[in-house]
C-alpha cells in the first residue's frame, strides 16, 4: 500500500529562522512529488513538484530535496516569516496505467512566532 | 480563471438530514477528486473522476456517500441520512494529465459540514 510518512508533526520557530521538513515514501511506481501548503481555511496550494531525475529545486524562500534512493525529500525554509505559518503536506503520486493518482502525508503544522 | 468552486463554504444540518456539496472544477480539467479532511485523519480521498467517470471510489465511507459528474463543470457528494460523525472539511480539486504532464491538483477552499 502506497503511504507518504511525514516528520516532524508540528513545528514551531521564530520569524527570521530557517527550518527542515521532512517526508518518506513508499509509493510505487514514482512520478512525482509535490509540497503543498495549506493555509488556515483554505485548501492546499502546490510548492513545487520534484520527479525521478531532480535533486534539487527552489522557489523562493521554498528549497525541496528528493533521494528517490531512500525515498525520502525534505523542504527547507529559509528566513521564515510570519506568513509561513501554514500546514505542509508532502503528496507523492504514482502512474500506474498512465494517471497521477496522488498519496498524501499528514502534513506539517508550522507556525512561526514574531 | 476563478479557480475551483465549491458551495456552500459552511453547512450546518441535522442528524439525519441530508447534504449536497457543490463543485465546479476548472475548465479544461479532466481529473475531478473529492476529499475529506479531519484533524484526526488529514486529507483523506473519497472519489476521483476522469473525463466525468467515477474511477475509484473506494474512499467512500458508506452507502450514505455518494457522488454524481453530470457533465465537465458540475460535481456533486451528497451524503443522506447525515451522520454527527460526517462533520468534517470537504475539499474539492481539480488537475489536468497527459502522458508528458500533469498539473498539480487545484484545490476549492472547501466545505466545512457540521452535523449536530
Known amino acids: 500500500k502506497n503511504q507518504v510518512e511525514q516528520s516532524p508533526q508540528s513545528l514551531i520557530i521564530l520569524e527570521g529562522k530557517n527550518c527542515t521538513l521532512q517526508c518518506n515514501y513508499t509509493v510505487s511506481p514514482f512520478s512525482n512529488l509535490r509540497w503543498y501548503k495549506q493555509d488556515t481555511g483554505r485548501g492546499p496550494v502546490s510548492l513545487t513538484i520534484m520527479t525521478f531525475s531532480e535533486n534539487t529545486k527552489s522557489n523562493g524562500r521554498y528549497t525541496a530535496t528528493l533521494d528517490a534512493d531512500t525515498k525520502q525529500s525534505s523542504l527547507h525554509i529559509t528566513a521564515s516569516q510570519l506568513s509561513d505559518s501554514a500546514s505542509y503536506i508532502c503528496?507523492?503520486?504514482?502512474?500506474?496505467?498512465?494517471?497521477?493518482?496522488?498519496?498524501f502525508g499528514r502534513g506539517t503544522s508550522l507556525i512561526v512566532h514574531p | 480563471d476563478a479557480g475551483v468552486i465549491q458551495s456552500p463554504r459552511h453547512e450546518v444540518t441535522e442528524m439525519g438530514q441530508e447534504v449536497t456539496l457543490r463543485c465546479k472544477p476548472i475548465s479544461g480539467h479532466d481529473y475531478l477528486f473529492w476529499y475529506r479532511q479531519t484533524m484526526m485523519r488529514g486529507l483523506e480521498l473519497l472519489i476521483y473522476f476522469n473525463n466525468n467517470v467515477p474511477i475509484d471510489d473506494s474512499g467512500m465511507p458508506e452507502d450514505r456517500f455518494s457522488a454524481k459528474m453530470p457533465n465537465a463543470s458540475f460535481s456533486t457528494l451528497k451524503i443522506q441520512p447525515s451522520e454527527p460523525r460526517d462533520s468534517a472539511v470537504y475539499f474539492c480539486?481539480?488537475?489536468?494529465?497527459?502522458?508528458?504532464?500533469?498539473?498539480?491538483?487545484?484545490f476549492g477552499n472547501g466545505t466545512r459540514l457540521t452535523v449536530t
Open positions: 503528496v507523492v503520486s504514482d502512474g500506474r496505467g498512465g494517471s497521477y493518482i496522488p498519496t
Open positions: 480539486a481539480s488537475s489536468y494529465q497527459s502522458q508528458r504532464y500533469n498539473s498539480p491538483l487545484h
